[in-house]
């Protein structure tokens, strides 16, 4: 799954395990229609691992935590469970981690998705995923929305109680010591310990939460590297307007040009492949993406090929969108120069993102960028430069899907 992708539910008992290098605390909270839990009996956790329709199994450290749903015990009134993931050790991040949250049948053990939060940093505590009602049926979605402030942050934004310390007590005057140590943070128990005050306030988005280290458009034409991520967003705001995507190379060496093909690959929250917009095909899903054999002269030379991508106009099931450029007549692109990618405002002509692919492999095929639909709703672009063994759109399907 990827970031705000959802499945039906086939079963109506499912667990969620969460998977990390590390040991991880896994919670789940039981949340009426306004997003918050009825009281602190609706916190599921180590120290109460049973509430209605939802229960917690530890590991022991040897296997995964996990939080089983039965739907049809769930009361009137939930419409969501939600999945949380701390790591174990006092003040640690998800720098370094990847964890991955599988949902399973949990009368057989059969997995029925699994979902890892892509680019993590500065996050100690996650929301993974999401068991919700919707139209009298339940689905999971994958969510990925990472706390700064630990579970104490998520607790107290859906509704918990989180006791205060209580005020230390009055200390006599007298010549000022070394500065103290801090000791570290108690662990969060809202029932039985104390943390300190959080408070209750909406998380930022992903790629605009200060210090995350992510990149944004507020600062005006990004250049990325391979595998490098910028989200795009100015302002604090989604950029939901029409984009373009140029693409350019030169040959390698004197001689005829080559002839490449610049594509976008559109799929589903699955992986689905929904459509491709190529030179035999120049509009899909209802003209959100348009393909232009026009060459637009920009900084750096002039664009090949462009793909126009209104995002504000795409379906809402299409959640990723992947760039591709083949050579049809076969020649390898260690026979191109310069190849590159490049997205502009297609209102203002104004480069955003530029990504130039350094070096190249023996092959006819490869997937420059990628744009993938975040939770929350924006749009963040993935510098690719993989490269694969096909001359068409069609052979590229598979290898990008599994690139996303």
């Given at each position: 799954?990827?970031?705000?992708s959802?499945i039906?539910l086939?079963?109506?008992r499912?667990?969620?395990d969460?998977t990390?290098?590390?040991r991880l ?11 918050k839990v009825?009281?602190d009996d609706?916190?599921i956790?180590y120290?109460q691992?049973?509430?209605?329709g ?15 749903v039965?739907t ?6 939930i419409?969501?469970?939600?999945v949380t ?8 991040t ?6 991955t949250?599988?949902v399973?049948?949990a ?12 680019r993590?940093?500065t996050e ?5 995923m999401?068991?919700?009602l ?6 999971a979605?994958a969510?990925?929305?990472g706390?700064?402030n ?11 109680t989180?006791?205060e ?7 006599p ?5 070394a ?9 969060l128990?809202?029932r ?5 005050p959080?408070?209750?306030?909406p998380p930022?988005?992903?790629?605009a939460?200060?210090?995350s280290?992510?990149i944004?458009?507020?600062?005006g034409r990004v250049?990325?590297q391979?595998?490098?991520?910028v989200s795009?967003v100015k302002g ?11 693409l350019?190379?030169?040959p390698?060496?004197r001689?005829k ?8 690959i559109?799929?589903g929250p699955?992986?689905?492949?929904i459509?491709?917009c190529?030179?035999?095909k120049?509009?899909?899903?209802n ?8 060459n ?5 030379g002039?664009?090949d090929e ?7 106009r795409l379906?809402q ?7 591709t ?5 076969g ?17 203002t002509?104004?480069e955003?993102?530029?990504f130039d692919?350094?070096n190249?492999e ?16 924006e749009?963040?672009m993935t ?11 069609r052979?590229m ?6 690139a996303?």
């Open positions: 799954m990827t970031p705000g959802n039906p086939p079963v109506s499912v667990t969620v969460v990390a290098p590390v605390d896994v919670s789940g909270l039981l949340l009426t229609a306004d997003g009825r009281s609706d916190f956790f120290n691992p049973a509430g209605p939802v229960t917690y199994r530890s590991g022991g450290g040897t296997a995964p935590d996990a939080i089983t039965d049809t015990a769930v009361p009137p009134g419409e969501k469970i939600v993931a701390s790591p174990d050790a006092a003040g640690q998800f720098q370094g981690i990847e964890p949250a599988t399973r049948n009368d057989d053990n059969a997995v029925l998705a699994t979902f890892t939060p892509p993590l940093g100690t505590a996650l929301v993974v999401e068991i919700y919707r139209n009298g049926a339940w689905k979605r969510v990925g929305q706390y700064a630990g579970l104490a942050g998520i607790a107290t934004d859906f509704g918990v989180v006791e310390p209580a005020p230390a007590p009055a200390q005057i007298a010549p000022p010591p500065p103290p140590v801090t000791p570290p943070a108690p662990p128990d809202p039985t310990a104390a943390a300190p959080v408070p209750a306030a930022a988005p992903p790629a939460a200060p210090g280290g992510k944004n458009l507020d600062k250049s990325l391979k595998n490098q991520t795009l604090g705001r989604p950029l939901l307007s029409q984009v373009k995507m140029g350019g190379w030169e390698a060496y001689g040009d080559i002839d490449l093909d610049a594509s976008v559109a799929y699955q992986r689905n492949h459509d491709s190529y030179f035999g120049l509009s899909i899903v003209g959100a993406i348009k393909h232009s054999g026009d637009l002269t920009g900084e750096g002039g664009d462009v793909i126009v991508v209104d995002l504000g379906p099931e299409v959640t990723g969108l992947v760039f450029v083949n050579s049809f007549s020649q390898k692109f260690t026979e191109v120069a310069k190849a590159y990618c490049r997205l502009l405002d297609a209102a002509g104004e955003l993102v530029r692919l350094t190249a023996a092959q006819t095929g490869v997937m420059m960028a990628k744009l993938i639909k975040q939770f929350s709703g749009w963040e510098a690719m430069g993989d490269f694969v063994k096909s001359r068409t759109v052979g399907v598979k290898p990008a899907a599994q996303l």
